[in-house]
């Protein structure tokens, strides 16, 4: 991740620093499991349906993160914020600004989208650095956290993007704005959670809509 210090955050996630220092710098990895928490990273809390990562906000501080972001107070230095999923997905817009060298593809589909993006990010990471997800990291947590990985050395992000229904590709989109964009297929395997194949195509479709014009 590029350095960005706490006031920084707080900016552009439009939340509120308590109990840190503003000039204190996140240089490390955003997270969002406590476990994989260090030293000048940032741990996002997530409440789950069997756990609440607020519970684990000091932990990640003991092992090293410079803060929290959380949506409730904690009693360790935290930026707080109304979500955590639109406030990752602000960070790592402002890191995606920050960064206009970097080339970015989207990858979807209703098939073969990792593996595809794992054979491309191979291909790409011979051009210059190189940044994909870690599995299956498409989603409104994943895509942002992957998208945070960057730093000034990084040259392109492939990006693999998911959806459960018509607007989450336009969505991916905006966090990070594709250069590039792949649609491998539509198929019928969620049809019936998007409500018809059509709504597949049209949600599939929302990645060749984010393309530039040229």
């Known amino acids: 991740m590029i350095p960005l210090s706490l006031a920084q955050i707080a900016r552009v996630t439009g939340g509120q620093l308590c109990h840190g220092d503003p000039d204190a710098v996140v240089s490390g990895e955003v997270v969002i499991d406590s476990r994989r928490a260090g030293p000048g990273g940032l741990f996002a809390a997530v409440a789950g349906e069997r756990s609440d990562g607020h519970d684990f906000a000091a932990a990640a501080v003991a092992a090293g993160a410079t803060a929290?972001?959380?949506?409730?107070?904690?009693?360790?230095?935290?930026?707080?914020?109304?979500?955590?999923?639109?406030?990752?997905?602000?960070?790592?817009?402002?890191?995606?600004?920050?960064?206009?060298?970097?080339?970015?593809?989207?990858?979807?589909?209703?098939?073969?989208?990792?593996?595809?993006?794992?054979?491309?990010?191979?291909?790409?990471?011979?051009?210059?650095?190189?940044?994909?997800?870690?599995?299956?990291?498409?989603?409104?947590?994943?895509?942002?956290?992957?998208?945070?990985?960057?730093?000034?050395?990084?040259?392109y992000l492939v990006l693999e993007l998911s959806a459960r229904g018509v607007g989450h590709i336009a969505y991916l989109c905006r966090v990070a704005p594709p250069r590039y964009g792949v649609v491998l297929n539509v198929g019928h395997a969620h049809a019936g959670e998007f409500g018809g194949l059509d709504q597949v195509a049209r949600a599939k479709g929302e990645l060749a809509e984010a393309l530039p014009a040229d």
């Open 68 to 155: 929290v972001l959380a949506t409730r107070p904690v009693t360790v230095p935290s930026v707080l914020v109304a979500d955590v999923p639109a406030a990752l997905a602000a960070l790592a817009r402002s890191v995606v600004d920050a960064l206009p060298a970097v080339r970015i593809a989207g990858i979807t589909g209703s098939s073969g989208k990792t593996s595809t993006k794992d054979l491309a990010a191979q291909l790409v990471e011979r051009l210059g650095p190189t940044i994909a997800p870690a599995g299956s990291y498409n989603n409104e947590f994943g895509h942002p956290l992957t998208v945070l990985r960057a730093d000034a050395a990084t040259r």
